[in-house]
Nanobody
Framework: EVQLVESGGGLVQAGGSLRLHCAVS????????IAWFRQAPGKERERVSC????????YYADSVKGRFTISSDNAKNSVILQMNSLKPEDTAVYYC???????????????WGQGIQVTVSS
């Protein structure tokens, strides 16, 4: 059974940092796409970052470029999202998701974690 479990969310002041962790079990993702999405109340789910997605090894939404870093720990079968210089507009529920080779959009991803809340206060 494939499972993705997020951890590391919470409440932080603007300018602070959080480190989200996605533990993957049930398969070895190796070079398969693993993405972080987020969804704020009343907004559509947004792809924040992705590793092994499409033609690039790493992808970042324009809104997080230079502030967020995605990395993988293949030995632990996990993916980390380091979030620095957080802004109130980063407040959302963050999800990690896995999909087949070529997956880029939310509909392409088969497996999702339960989501974790990130709140950035001003």
């Amino acid at each position: 059974e494939v499972q993705l479990v997020e951890s590391g969310g919470g409440l932080v002041q603007a300018g602070g940092s959080l480190r989200l962790h996605c533990a993957v079990s049930g398969f070895t993702f190796d070079h398969k796409p693993i993405a972080w999405f987020r969804q704020a109340p009343g907004k559509e789910r947004e792809r924040v970052s992705c590793i092994n997605c499409g033609d690039v090894q790493t992808y970042y939404a324009d809104s997080v470029k230079g502030r967020f870093t995605i990395s993988s720990d293949n030995a632990k079968n996990s993916v980390i999202l380091q979030m620095n210089s957080l802004k109130p507009e980063d407040t959302a529920v963050y999800y990690c998701a896995s999909g087949p080779t070529g997956a880029t959009m939310a509909v392409d991803f088969q497996y999702w974690g339960q989501g974790i809340q990130v709140t950035v206060s001003s």
